[in-house]
């Protein structure tokens, strides 16, 4: 979205924020997009972070690609989730990326990942490809933060797939690790390359990697919340 307009000035507090989210409930993303001029692609295979994006403008967020929240001084992050019509996520949702090296003494309580879903407002939207873009719907948002249970499930994922980093096993590791929590590459393209720690401790080139929430954590997360 080069040459775009501006987006809405930041959420004053956190009731402002989710009054701009429930009133984009129902809406279309050709409906959004026209409240800025903009085209909507055809699909999202060049424009992947396009819908969420659009919401970013909608609802004032300001953290862009930075490593903080995306409403940093109200302490929230803002995740869209693409859905079926049964209101199930459609993917895996990107949390942040995870760090490959200098892990030593790093805590779940003082993580990075943590921080970051410490409280989500989830904007459902509909997802399944046999729907064309512009006619895909907003859904009913939601402002979550980890009940113990859900943090408990996430910490004990966390720490098994740190230990592999730390070890030396970052290349063992696959999307089939973790029961709700995932690593897998996150990268531009195979040369996009990172450093990270070998099996004797060395220093190696690798893939960037990301966590991701699986989808058996953001199903029941949503249909809880939602009484689907």
Avoid at 19 to 46: C, H, I, K, N
Avoid at 52 to 81: N, P, R, Y
Avoid at 175 to 191: D, W
Avoid at 204 to 215: E, Q, V
């Amino acid at each position: 979205m080069s040459d775009s307009p501006a987006p809405l000035a930041a959420p004053e507090n956190e009731q402002v924020l989710l009054q701009r989210a429930y009133a984009l409930a129902g809406q279309t993303l050709e409906e959004l997009a026209a409240t800025f001029s903009l085209p909507v692609p055809a699909d999202l295979r060049r424009d992947k972070g396009w819908i969420g994006t659009l919401i970013e403008w909608h609802l004032g967020a300001s953290a862009g690609s930075k490593a903080e929240q995306d409403f940093a001084h109200l302490g929230i992050e803002l995740k869209t989730i693409p859905v079926d019509s049964r209101g199930q996520p459609l993917e895996t949702t990107f949390v942040c990326v995870a760090p490959l090296t200098g892990n030593t003494g790093v805590s779940w309580q003082h993580c990075h990942l943590r921080h970051k879903l410490s409280r989500v407002l989830w904007v459902p939207v509909e997802g399944e490809r046999s729907l064309p873009l512009k006619q895909r719907r907003i859904g009913t948002p939601l402002l979550w933060s980890p009940t113990p249970e859900e943090e408990e499930q996430l910490r004990a994922d966390w720490e098994e797939l740190m230990e592999m980093i730390v070890l030396g096993d970052v290349d063992k590791i696959t999307a089939r690790h973790g029961q709700y929590l995932q690593i897998r590459p996150k990268a531009a393209n195979r040369k996009a390359l990172t450093e990270g720690i070998g099996a004797q401790g060395q220093p190696i080139m690798t893939l960037p990697r990301g966590f991701y929430l699986k989808k058996t954590f953001t199903g029941p997360l949503l249909a809880r919340h939602f009484l689907l």
